[in-house]
């Protein structure tokens, strides 16, 4: 038997006046719904109110690819003067009509995005990328540390760094005065480099970047530092939930926020539809109020007062793991180089580095 798609009967627009957004996802789930609360949200702190001031229809193709075609087509039957598409699946599928209204897309990657700027066939297209903002992450340092001048980060020493994202996160770093420097970290070897004993805590601080290093001794990396008094940036929430003090993350409802004010003003300026794809912009602040106590660090009140949450152990509305982890014991200083050479075999292995480092640098500092 044939697979009957039932698509929404369209209506005519003629004799309504009041601009359709039409917003389809291939489904719908919590982290879509947020994405059309904060373009809501957004849509009317710009005075565009469902029903007065704007028409808003939001169709799930239930992960169905056909009806999201169909319903691409039904929204321009009905004269939509935008049509929003979330999620991957369904902007690739919107991408392929030859759309002549707006089309404005969120919740897709770099890759996709490459794909979208080279190849469209719909010429009004724009909308939110969920690719990295280094600018804020050091920004979000700066608010925090307004003392520190250098930031160091954890690259492993065991495998090819990625120059790219360095040179992006240095030349961010440079805007704000701030110097970037790295600290090899062997997991082979269970080795920090030495001078994570020489950082000041006045003058530097560690940003643990998952995109750089992705499977990094987190654990121990934290511990190292605490050891020192040095305060932990990160990436991503779970690092934060471990032990690091705070970061700054990206948020579907924030996204949304962004692509309600660029639909907003796409209403009010339709030249606004090529306005090139945007990175998404980190908004969403987690702090480790337990690392915070333990350190004697204390937010600044404007930080404090952004979107975000603050983590406490034993928080049972929070993320995982439910209960506090069990923070290891800081790694020991190893001996001088002298007794490294008499240790046995495994205590006294070299470790490969990035060429910028010299191979003596990490030997001194051992992961429990």
């Known amino acids: 038997m044939a697979t ?3 698509v929404p009967v369209s209506r005519a627009a003629d004799d309504d006046e009041t601009p359709l957004v039409a917003v389809t996802a291939i489904v719908r789930d919590a982290s879509i719904d947020a994405l059309y609360t904060g373009m809501t949200d957004a849509m009317r702190d710009a005075g565009y109110h469902d029903g007065v001031s704007v028409r808003l229809r939001f169709e799930n193709a239930e992960a169905d690819s056909r009806r999201a075609a169909q319903l691409i ?20 599928i919107a991408a392929k009509e030859r759309l002549r209204i707006p089309l404005v897309v969120a919740g897709i990657g770099p890759a996709t995005a490459n794909e979208l700027r080279r190849n469209r066939n719909t010429r009004l297209l724009t909308g939110i ?3 990295e903002r ?3 992450q050091l920004a979000l340092i ?3 540390a307004p003392t520190v001048r250098s930031v160091a980060i954890p690259v492993n020493a065991d495998k090819p760094l990625d120059r790219e994202v360095m040179r992006a996160i240095t030349a961010f770093a440079r805007s704000i005065d701030l110097t970037v420097e790295q600290l090899p970290v062997s997991v082979e070897k269970e080795l920090i480099a030495a001078t994570i004993e020489g950082y000041s805590p006045e003058e530097t601080v560690i940003l643990l970047d998952k995109r750089v290093f992705p ?11 605490e050891a020192t008094r040095l305060l932990v940036f990160t990436s991503d929430e779970d690092t934060v939930v471990r032990g690091a003090l705070a970061a700054i993350v990206t948020d579907p409802y924030g996204t949304g926020r962004q692509i309600g004010r660029l639909v907003a003003r796409i209403l009010k300026e339709p030249s606004a539809a090529r306005t090139p794809l945007q990175a998404a912009e980190p908004s969403y602040i987690v702090i480790n109020q337990d690392t915070a106590t333990r350190i004697g660090v204390e937010i600044p009140d404007p930080v404090l007062a952004r979107r975000g949450r603050l983590i406490g152990w034993a928080d049972t509305n929070g993320p995982r793991p439910r209960d506090k982890p069990i923070v290891p014991d800081p790694p020991p200083s190893a001996a001088s180089e002298e007794a490294d050479a008499t ?10 580095n990035p060429r910028s480092t010299p191979p003596s640098r990490i030997r001194e500092y051992r992961i429990p």
């Open 4 to 6: 009957v798609i039932v």
């Open 73 to 92: 087509k039904s929204f321009s039957q009905d004269r939509a003067d935008i049509i929003v598409a979330f999620t991957d699946p369904s902007v690739r």
């Open 129 to 131: 990328v969920d690719e």
């Open 134 to 136: 280094y600018d804020t």
């Open 142 to 144: 700066r608010d925090v």
């Open 215 to 225: 499977d990094a001794p987190v654990d121990r990396i934290i511990a190292a530092a």
């Open 343 to 352: 240790a046995d075999d495994d205590d006294a292995a070299e470790t490969a």
